[in-house]
């Protein structure tokens, strides 16, 4: 993970927080449809979505879950984008090329 500094151990947990925090709003605005009904349209365990949601786990979550259930969502493009790269900037803390 990064250097493996203190900074970038509280970075990685701020940016996990805001994607988590993110996440949630947009479960909140899509009227905070059930764990059930997004993990069947998003082909994984409620367990996941409360995972996906509440920001647990060791690792990111796959964008692809993101991906898919910010459409259950209803996100926009722009909306989604930028999910995205905050997605990318917490992999890049966990995993550096």
Not at 25 to 53: C, D, M, N, W
């Amino acid at each position: 993970m990064g250097d493996g500094t203190g900074a970038d151990v509280e970075r990685l947990r701020a940016l996990r927080t805001r994607l988590a925090e993110q996440l949630m709003a947009a479960h909140r605005e899509a009227g905070e449809p059930s764990y059930r009904v997004i993990a069947g349209q998003v082909g994984v365990s409620k367990a996941t979505v409360f995972r996906l949601l509440n920001g647990i786990g060791e690792r990111s979550p796959k964008w692809h879950h993101i991906d898919d259930m910010l459409e259950v969502f209803g996100r926009s493009d722009r909306e989604v984008e930028r999910l995205r790269a905050l997605w990318m900037q917490i992999r890049e803390l966990e995993k550096p090329q």
